[in-house]
């Protein structure tokens, strides 16, 4: 499937991509290898979701039902915005992906679904962890000036959730030495996002014994020792929105405790890019051992 044809623009025209390729009437194999290329490339709810949709009505055996279908859940938990609401309703999609996924791997002993599992789990977490700090800030922007302040200098105390993402990645991440490169760079990267959150929460919390922002590198993540090795496009990308939101953090006066600024540096986190590139770890992983 080459690449030009996810080069588009908008989601009316992903729409129109799914309609040129029903009329071409490929069989359900050929619209699964253009869903998996379709989640490879990011495009998960306009246009892999449509397509798997199609191939879950024709399974002929319960586990490649349950396959598709949980491929449907993590479709449709690619956040269309920004918002609690989004990001609850992520949660929910991934954990019902999850109990698919689980059911899987108590009747597939070979297949590599253990990792769906627990990268599914890492991403629940994730946005849930996410979803807590911003339900915390949608608070303080109700308080008065007074009461405002004084949340802000306690947001250290809600790091709990994303310390738990982070330590889920860890664990995965120690766990997969078995994955390619790409997914384990992917993996790094998460839990450098998680960390960064953590941090600037931190700072929020105590400006002078805040922990510093940790400095972002592809030499720190390990797994590029290899000779002449190029992170793809994606990876490429998501390490490059990090560098971008740590300088924006690093920038930031450290006596100007706004939560605006917290607000403003996971906005970055959660561009539909940075989704896209936050789920192209468990696409490159699944994608390479079901070929």
């Known amino acids: 499937m080459p690449s030009s044809l996810f080069n588009q623009p908008n989601d009316k025209n992903l729409a129109n991509l799914v309609k040129q390729i029903n009329v071409n009437k490929f069989n359900f194999w050929t619209l699964y290898q253009i869903s998996r290329s379709a989640i490879r490339f990011g495009y998960w709810r306009y246009l892999a979701l449509p397509l798997l949709e199609q191939i879950q009505t024709s399974c002929e055996s319960i586990e490649t039902e349950l396959w598709i279908s949980s491929l449907i859940y993590i479709c449709k938990a690619q956040p269309l915005a920004f918002s609690i609401e989004e990001f609850a309703s992520s949660e929910s999609n991934l954990q019902f992906a999850s109990l698919n996924l689980k059911f899987l791997v108590s009747t597939e002993k070979n297949q590599p679904f253990s990792f769906c599992v627990g990268y ?98 592809m030499e720190d993540l390990g797994e590029n020792t290899q000779k002449n090795f190029k992170p793809s496009a994606q990876t490429q990308g998501f390490f490059e929105l990090l560098c971008w939101a740590r300088n924006k953090l690093s920038s930031t006066n450290s006596v100007d405790l706004d939560p605006i600024k917290v607000i403003y540096f996971t906005t970055a986190i959660g561009r539909p890019r940075s989704i896209q590139n936050i789920f192209n770890g468990f696409a490159s992983y699944s994608d390479r051992r079901h070929n």
């Open 120 to 217: 599914v789990n890492c991403l629940e977490s994730t946005f849930r962890g996410i979803r807590s700090i911003l339900t915390t800030l949608k608070v303080i922007n109700l308080l008065n000036s007074e009461k405002h302040q004084a949340v802000i200098q306690s947001l250290g105390q809600f790091c709990n959730p994303i310390i738990e993402a982070r330590q889920h990645w860890v664990n995965l991440c120690s766990k997969s030495f078995d994955a390619d490169t790409q997914t384990l760079l992917q993996m790094g990267l998460m839990i450098r996002m998680c960390l960064m959150i953590e941090q600037y929460l931190s700072i929020l919390n105590d400006p002078v014994v805040g922990t510093k922002l940790s400095e972002i590198s």
